[in-house]
């Protein structure tokens, strides 16, 4: 076991820089907290107002959990429509490779037209952010039994459904893992982009209200939150998909 | 044969469809038929808008494609080379990549000029994906090869160089491809921090006076010029497996 402290340095250096130098910097130029606060001051605003992210943090984060699992349900389902009728998956694999490199965020504006400007349209642009990665790597992992093991299943008298429990899913499981991973530290971040472009509830609006109103401390203290919880969901979907690549491949 | 005429009979089915809910306004006035935004986009008097904008963009991207990509490649070769430094630059990379693009832009703009701000925070997308995939990509060697490049005398610079590099290169051209939509929607994300022109800009200005044809025409654009070099970065990715993979 190394040290605690060699492996706070080791671990943690890059952050640990960074941080000192957002510092640093700000000292050195003695920047006014309404342009750019230090990083204590942010952390200081955290810790004497809690009550004003908590609110915050569980709307967007309860609608980014939501829309996460949502968004792989349905993108999972489809891709296993897509599996049973070749017909479908042919007509849908183009227009889903188009729109998973379309870029998202242009087309809230989009959305919140069409759906309206309220928290289920955040929900909505979470779901479709999760959706197309989970539609891609699900199809293509589903495609991607062990070879010989789909003539090993006919032989055996298996039904295309047996076929699918027993050998498409498992086999897709590693790739919906990484899909998972994609989309976790995305779902937050997509859903705090779609708060502060419609002013509704939760981190997003709580950035916009507070750098409008010169409170740049709380602003920043609503983004190093999300930040904290998006690094943590990546790093979480990371060690999912470690386990899910040893039990399944 | 049969898949890309089914393919192509998918995308003119939602074309079709597209035009079919914008005509009978199923969705009400907020979805426009393709015809008309075609028609606005293709229009004389809009054009010099249309160009401006895309310009700007498309400038502002490939800025922080390149400093993405160049920021991901130096990291991701220090973290092998000097392994006591992965694990801190791999959490480094994944809390970069976690902060808020709306959080971005403001610092940006104290740090730089609202002119670049687009441009930097399109390169913190580009430097996570380039960074990912290039880390990913020099660990493809095999133990066999590293024994070979031993026995035949090999130095570490050399191994690099040699073996490590090159069968990194196919990872790394994924990654340039993969980054090419987040670079796009990283410029846009800045623009809206006070940037002069662009295609964000277009996006924003025609959300809030409620032009809707002009918001469509914006996000086809933003699309057009997504795929666009997606699809080259999709060629080049064929070439670079084909090669090296």
Same mark, same amino acid.
């Given at each position: 076991m190394r040290p605690l402290l060699v492996r706070l340095v080791e671990d943690y250096w890059g952050i640990l820089l960074l941080l000192f130098a957002w510092q640093a910097w700000v000292v050195v130029n003695s920047f006014n907290p309404i342009v750019m606060p230090t990083p204590t001051a942010v952390l200081g605003d955290l810790v004497s107002h809690p009550g004003v992210y908590l609110g915050n943090v569980g709307i967007t984060l309860s609608i980014a959990v939501f829309g996460l699992v949502a968004g792989m349900l349905v993108g999972t389902g489809l891709a296993v429509a897509a599996w049973f009728s070749p017909i479908a998956s042919g007509l849908l694999n183009p227009l889903t490779v188009l729109f998973s490199s379309v870029p998202v965020v242009a087309l809230i504006p989009v959305i919140a037209r069409l759906l309206g400007y309220d928290t289920s349209t955040v929900l909505a642009i979470v779901v479709i952010i999760t959706f197309f990665p989970s539609f891609v790597f699900a199809s293509s992992g589903l495609r991607q039994p062990p070879p010989g093991a789909e003539d090993l299943f006919r032989v055996l008298g298996a039904s295309r459904l047996d076929l699918l429990r027993r050998l498409a899913l498992p086999a897709a499981m590693p790739n919906l893992a990484i899909a998972f991973k994609l989309a976790a530290a995305h779902a937050i971040l997509a859903a705090m982009v779609a708060e502060f472009l419609m002013g509704t509830t939760g981190l997003g609006y709580l950035f916009a209200k507070t750098k409008s109103d010169f409170q740049t401390e709380q602003a920043f203290g609503a983004s190093l939150v999300a930040t904290v919880i998006s690094a943590s969901a990546f790093l979480a979907a990371g060690w999912v998909e470690k386990k899910v690549r040893e039990r399944y491949s | 044969m049969k898949q890309t005429l089914l393919g192509a009979l998918g995308i003119a089915l939602f074309l079709a469809l597209w035009e079919v809910v914008g005509r009978t306004q199923i969705l009400g006035i907020s979805w426009p038929p393709l015809s008309d935004v075609l028609a606005e986009l293709t229009d004389e008097r809009r054009r010099p808008l249309f160009l401006r904008a895309l310009g700007a963009t498309l400038e502002s991207t490939a800025l922080g494609y390149l400093w993405g990509?160049?920021?991901?490649?130096?990291? +991701?070769?220090?973290?092998?080379?000097?392994?006591?430094?992965?694990? /801190?630059?791999? #959490?480094?990379?994944a809390v970069l990549n976690s902060v808020p693009s709306i959080a971005l832009g403001p610092i940006f703009l104290v740090l730089l000029t609202r002119e670049s701000t687009p441009a930097a925070v399109s390169s913190i997308h580009v430097f996570f994906i380039v960074f990912v995939?290039?880390?990913?990509?020099?660990?493809?060697?095999?133990?066999?090869?590293r024994d070979l490049f031993a026995v035949l005398g090999a130095d570490r610079i050399k191994r690099f160089g040699r073996l490590e590099l090159p069968a990194a290169l196919p990872s790394l051209v994924s990654g340039l491809r993969?980054?090419?939509? +987040?670079?796009?929607?990283?410029?846009?994300?800045?623009?809206?921090? /006070?940037?002069? #022109?662009?295609i964000g800009i277009l996006i924003i200005n025609a959300m809030q006076n409620f032009q809707i044809v002009l918001l469509w025409c914006a996000v086809l654009l933003a699309v057009g010029a997504s795929l666009f070099f997606y699809g080259l970065l999709t060629l080049l990715e064929r070439a670079a497996y084909a090669r090296f993979g």
């Open positions: - | 990509t160049g920021a991901g490649l130096i990291l +991701a070769t220090v973290a092998h080379l000097l392994p006591a430094l992965r694990r /801190g630059s791999d #959490r480094l990379a995939s290039v880390s990913s990509g020099l660990q493809r060697a095999t133990p066999a090869h993969l980054a090419w939509p +987040a670079a796009l929607i990283g410029a846009i994300i800045g623009e809206w921090f /006070g940037a002069p #022109r662009g």
